[in-house]
């Protein structure tokens, strides 16, 4: 109710020829003294969360690292057969 007034009034004094901007310190000062009357929790779907006796779902771990495996210390291949491996076969066209 309260924003639909606060629209409806912005609409009007902007129609006029107001500029609604200089009216913002007032409406803030207005919602900032009414969220004093909220309520600090709201109940939401379940038990209510201070309830030390409230069940709850158990916890699980899982670990970040599961799936590494150590590949070190890893034995050296022959760095010969291993350059030969990738080194362009040449030309045998000529």
């Known amino acids: 109710m309260l924003t639909l007034?606060?629209?409806?009034?912005?609409?009007?004094?902007?129609?006029?020829?107001?500029?609604?901007?200089?009216?913002?310190?007032?409406?803030?000062?207005l919602a900032l003294a009414l969220s004093g009357c909220m309520p600090a929790t709201t109940q939401v779907a379940g038990a209510d969360p201070a309830d030390p006796s409230a069940k709850v779902a158990p916890v699980g771990y899982g670990s970040t690292i599961a799936p590494y495996t150590s590949l070190r210390p890893a034995a050296p291949a022959p760095w010969r057969d291993r350059n030969e491996a990738v080194t362009p076969q040449p030309k045998q066209d000529r």
């Open 5 to 29: 007034s606060v629209a409806t009034s912005a609409a009007a004094s902007t129609a006029r020829g107001r500029h609604f901007r200089f009216h913002w310190p007032l409406l803030a000062a």
